[in-house]
């Protein structure tokens, strides 16, 4: 069963797996889940860059592309301070 983390949480996972490159196709999910508004929050940031996000298909269903998204460096800044947050807890 699926559980849903704090937007802090959420970023730092999605920070980290891009930073490794995790994404390694498009995914169709629904526009307000999680994943997509966290990348989506990202994105307006600054945190990342080369994402693709398309709200195009219906009000129930989006695209996501991270295959070629990179951290920017206010992106490594914010990953690095949720790390060592977290480390701290």
Do not use: C, W
């Amino acid at each position: 069963m699926a559980t849903n983390l704090s937007r802090t949480d959420e970023l730092r996972g999605l920070l980290s797996d891009i930073a490794r490159k995790q994404f390694k196709s498009s995914r169709q999910i629904n526009p307000q889940s999680n994943l997509f508004l966290t990348a989506q929050y990202a994105v307006e940031k600054g945190y990342i860059e080369d994402a693709k996000l398309d709200t195009s298909f219906s009000a129930s269903l989006a695209e996501i592309n991270l295959t070629q998204a990179t951290l920017t460096a206010a992106g490594e800044r914010k990953l690095a301070l949720l790390v060592n947050h977290n480390t701290k807890d």
